[in-house]
Structure formats: structure tokens, C-alpha cells
């Protein structure tokens, strides 16, 4: 797929491919493997950039399930 993006934007290549996979790994149209290869990065460290657009990379059933464990560990 080719993007035509406005000149601006063509020096923040990555960035801007790092926005756009974030925003479609948050909306569910790619997994976090498919946003991180997106990005040419390992899903670990892609999941790092996630927080850097507000994305969490968990979902809320996990996200509560944790924090119903952490209450109850006393944490």
C-alpha cells in the first residue's frame, strides 16, 4: 500500500508510520505482530511505542483481571 502523505510529514517517516499502525492495532484492524512488523520493529519493543500514543496494549478484560489480582495480592 502507498500513502501519499503531505511533504511535512515525509521527514517524519517513521513517526508517522508509528502513529498509523498504533491507531490501527487500538481500533483492532492489526494485530500487535502485523503493527509491529508495520514499523520493522520486534512486537515487544512496538508495544513500548504503544504508550507513547496513549494505546494500551492490553485490553480492558486483561487490564481489570490484573488489577483485580493486584488487590487481592495486597499490591
Not at 499502525?21 to 481500533?27: N, Q, T
Not at 492489526?30 to 496494549?57: P, R
Request: hydrophobic residues 40%; negative net charge.
Amino acid at each position: 500500500m502507498t500513502l501519499q502523505v503531505p511533504d511535512a510529514l515525509e521527514k517524519e517517516h517513521d513517526e508517522t508510520v508509528r502513529l498509523i499502525a498504533a491507531k490501527l492495532y487500538e481500533s483492532g484492524k492489526l494485530t500487535l505482530g502485523q503493527a509491529a512488523e508495520m514499523c520493522s520493529m520486534k512486537k515487544w519493543d512496538f508495544a513500548e511505542i504503544l504508550i507513547n500514543y496513549g494505546v494500551h496494549y492490553l485490553d480492558e478484560s486483561a487490564t481489570a483481571d490484573l488489577n483485580e489480582f493486584q488487590k487481592a495480592s495486597g499490591k
